[in-house]
């Protein structure tokens, strides 16, 4: 299965080229096909990160064609999309989706895959060991908890908070002072790690004993993270017409609209 991955939620645009095989004794119907991701079936063939000044309006497409080529495929040849729908910046989910479904409407089988940018973000986690941190496909000496927080002004995050990639608090929005609150009352004595663009700010802002701070690399997106995480929810795919974003709150245009309207 040849997968092209696309984060354009932030001010980072990331695109990917993976191959994912299941192994057969992990395939559907098959004992263990609940396994999670083993990383014998998921090759790396492209990767690309932009973080400069060119908008993902004009970036992105020129970013496809050049991963398709170094992987050495092309766009028939890519069996599914995976997206980041959100959170994140409105315009960018806009431009991912937008992207995705022009790629993939000509074809008439579920195909498309919209991940949490916030799921995404804790899956850079994969296979990364530290003395500190070992968040990888089965941690279990450690005890860390990934916390993505994408920037959402005015001291808010769109935040969720994972376990071995589970979800223990689902995609939100909330205050830094909330999530200082939350994790000194629900998750005393457990190390926490922040990713995502808002990292540094509740890094810095919250006091919390059990804080880590994260390397850099792993603070931006990632569209093999992308990638990873559609691999987890394969069995979600759906026809790119149904394919939506997850604003998490409403646009201005709807804020203005029904104040106006009562």
Known sequence: MLI????????????????FELPPSLSPGKPGGDTPLREGGFKILSEMQSCGGISHSENLMPMIDYN??????SLNDINLFAVAHGPGSF????????TVKGLAFGSDV????????????????????????????????????????????????YNAVFEKFKYIKNDRIITVGELESELNSEFPG????????GADMCYNEINFDGKIQ?????????AVSVCRAATAMRDN?????????????????????NSKNG
């Open 91 to 98: 315009t960018g989910i806009r431009i991912g989706i937008a």
């Open 237 to 257: 795919a759906v026809h790119p017409r149904i394919l939506a974003p997850s604003y998490l709150i409403k646009t201005q245009a709807e804020r203005e609209y």
């Open 68 to 73: 398709l080529k170094c992987a050495g495929v």
């Open 214 to 222: 994260a390397p850099e690399i792993l603070k931006k997106p990632s």
């Open 190 to 197: 457990r190390k926490v790690i922040f990713t995502g663009d």
């Open 4 to 19: 092209l991955g696309i984060d354009t939620t932030t001010k980072t645009a990331a695109v990917a080229v993976v191959n």
């Open 110 to 157: 579920n195909n498309c895959i919209g991940v949490s940018s916030l799921f995404a973000l804790a899956y850079n986690f994969y296979n990364f060991n530290t003395p500190l941190c070992h968040c990888g496909p089965d941690p279990q000496s450690h005890d860390i908890l990934v916390l993505p927080a994408i920037d959402a002004r005015r001291k808010q995050v």
